[in-house]
């Protein structure tokens, strides 16, 4: 008597099942990735923010223990990059009227006309937005006649907001 043959493998379900169950894993993978991309910039910038501001409070400092009170304004006009012996890699460089469109986004760069630093946030998905996310910051300082405890907490970089934004 003969047996009769079955063919082993995987039906069209199985094999839906399986690829449905992949495609899930994947999903879940890309999100978490993403999510640790974003997270790593923050921390990125958010480092770079207190480097420049310790360089920003040395220079303060500085022109305190020189009796150079008066040159503390021009401080707030100059590029806090410059203030920097090693400049980052990812630092673009000063700009007069930046296009922040045609720039590379996760990267620095100075805007010479708003005195202000500006850092492009990379949108790391894989299906990119259009529009452009960047955090522009600004110097603020004290006044003149600031004692050495308030020179030593108050000048700072802070997130400059337009009043458009403010409005919104």
Same mark, same amino acid.
Not at 21 to 28: Q, W
Not at 31 to 43: G, K
Not at 108 to 122: A, M, N, P, T, V
């Given at each position: 008597? #003969?047996?009769? /043959?079955?063919? $082993?493998?995987f039906?069209?379900?199985e094999? @839906?099942?399986?690829?449905? *169950?992949?495609?899930? +894993? #994947?999903?879940? /993978?890309l999100? $978490?990735?993403?999510?640790?991309?974003?997270? @790593?910039?923050?921390?990125? *910038?958010?480092?770079? +923010?207190?480097?420049?501001?310790?360089?920003?409070?040395?220079?303060v400092?500085?022109?305190?223990?020189?009796?150079?009170?008066?040159?503390?304004?021009a401080?707030?006009?100059?590029?806090?990059?410059?203030?920097?012996?090693?400049?980052?890699?990812?630092?673009?460089?000063?700009?007069?009227?930046?296009?922040?469109?045609?720039?590379?986004?996760?990267n620095?760069?100075?805007?010479?006309?708003?005195?202000?630093?500006?850092?492009?946030?990379?949108n790391?998905?894989i299906?990119?937005?259009?529009?452009?996310?960047?955090?522009?910051?600004?110097?603020?300082?004290?006044?003149?006649?600031?004692?050495?405890?308030k020179?030593?907490?108050?000048?700072?970089?802070?997130?400059?907001?337009?009043?458009?934004?403010?409005?919104?």
């Open positions: 008597m #003969a047996k009769a /043959f079955r063919q $082993r493998g039906t069209l379900f094999l @839906a099942v399986v690829a449905s *169950v992949f495609a899930i +894993l #994947a999903a879940v /993978f999100n $978490r990735v993403r999510d640790y991309q974003q997270q @790593a910039q923050q921390v990125a *910038v958010a480092q770079m +923010l207190g480097v420049l501001r310790t360089s920003l409070r040395v220079q400092l500085q022109l305190y223990l020189a009796d150079q009170r008066a040159k503390m304004p401080l707030a006009r100059q590029n806090p990059f410059d203030w920097l012996e090693d400049k980052p890699a990812n630092y673009l460089g000063e700009f007069a009227q930046p296009d922040l469109a045609k720039l590379q986004a996760g620095w760069l100075y805007d010479r006309k708003e005195q202000k630093i500006i850092y492009l946030f990379s790391s998905n299906f990119p937005s259009t529009g452009v996310d960047a955090a522009k910051f600004k110097v603020t300082l004290p006044g003149v006649d600031a004692d050495l405890d020179l030593a907490k108050e000048p700072d970089i802070v997130v400059w907001k337009s009043p458009d934004s403010a409005a919104k």
